[in-house]
């Protein structure tokens, strides 16, 4: 059987091939009677278009990529994992394909794969805090990029991230109206934005109640949940110890949680415990963690439309997700 091309559906439609173009693409551009017939011909051979043939007419692929350095991966981090599955979504309904590709830093060379060097994608993803370096590289190419959940804030770089300052700050005030005044705190300070924003909050709120920082309870060593189990332990061989932790990332929290159980604390009868996130497990730990959402599908969503917005040409700005959507779970009490 003879391979159908868009010229043979504009053939038989009897329209000019960029007519039976525009119509794959739901652009403007030809009259509702037009449309309906190319649609009833496409439908009756059952024509997809040849991905080359639609980069060539209208310089689009529909592809989107998430680039991540190739030693890390967001498939394995529980926060952009949720996000992912929100972007997923957002790209079919605009119906984009979402990619996931790496790239290597050499010899203080970036070097991003086939992809992008081909101009295969529309747009790309970053998650985090992405070196300048790799985002100037990229720049060569011309091609639209948005960051997720960036937290330095580059001049000029387009963005969608969350205040999570103020999320710290609803964690560790919900901590302080339960009646806790002796609140520890355990961030990340390899994420130097991140920690703090986190570290400010945590601040902030013992400040309005005047209630002084415990230096021996501040730990800034923890990167996942191994790494906060050695932070909570560190935090109960000072010489006094907490009726309260906040942690600046849920993952963190459940570090924190295995290791006062190890060391024989009841959670949360001795030791309460508060996140930042609402990431899925949170919600079945034992006990559960008492956190502020962060709108992982809100970020998604309003990512994927910002990127689109850029890589057709329209104007746009950054955004700051404003979480303060306090889920109390079992992780929290009033102190005993």
């Known amino acids: 059987m003879k391979k159908m091309t868009i010229r043979e559906v504009a053939r038989l439609a009897n329209v000019s091939p960029s007519a039976v173009s525009i119509v794959l693409n739901d652009r403007k551009g030809v009259s509702d009677e037009t ?11 059952g024509y997809a278009p040849n991905p080359s043939s639609r980069r060539l007419l209208f310089n689009k692929t529909n592809n989107i990529a998430i680039l991540f350095q ?17 972007v997923l979504r957002e790209c079919e309904d605009k119906g984009y394909n979402l990619i996931f590709a790496s790239f290597v830093v050499e010899n203080n060379e970036v070097i991003f794969p086939n992809l992008i060097k081909s101009y295969d994608v529309d747009g790309v993803i970053f998650y985090g805090d992405v070196d300048a370096a790799v985002l100037n590289s990229l720049a ?6 948005i960051v997720i959940d960036n937290h330095a804030m580059l001049p000029g770089v387009l963005s969608v991230s ?9 964690s560790v005030s919900h901590l302080l109206r339960l009646g806790h005044k002796k609140i520890a705190y355990i961030g ?12 400010a909050g945590y601040k902030q709120a013992l400040q309005e109640k005047n209630i002084s920082i415990s230096a021996e309870w501040i730990q800034f060593d923890a990167s996942q949940e191994e790494s906060a189990y050695r932070c909570m332990k560190n935090i109960l061989l000072s010489a006094k110890s907490p009726t309260a932790v906040f942690c600046c ?16 604390y009841k959670v949360p009868d001795d030791v309460s415990v508060s996140g930042i996130d609402d990431i ?9 963690i008492t956190t502020v959402k962060v709108d992982k599908c809100e970020i998604g969503q309003k990512a994927i439309n910002l990127l689109i917005n850029l890589i057709n040409g329209l104007s746009v700005a950054s955004i700051t997700i404003r979480p303060d959507q306090l889920i109390v779970r079992e992780s929290t009490k009033e102190p005993s």
Do not use: M, W
Request: hydrophobic share 35%; net charge positive.
């Open 162 to 170: 969350a205040d999570y300052k103020h999320a710290a700050y609803v």
């Open 249 to 264: 990332a849920d993952i963190y929290a459940i570090g924190a949680i295995k290791c006062l159980k190890d060391l024989h």
């Open 280 to 288: 899925l497990l949170a919600r079945y730990t034992d006990p559960t």
């Open 140 to 145: 060569k190419y011309e091609i639209p990029y």
């Open 188 to 199: 990340n300070g390899q994420l130097t934005n991140f920690n703090t924003q986190t570290f």
């Open 70 to 86: 190739k030693k890390t991966s967001p498939l394995e981090h529980f926060f952009y994992s949720e996000i992912n599955t929100a």
């Open 35 to 45: 449309r309906e017939r190319v649609k009833g011909i496409i439908d009756q051979l």
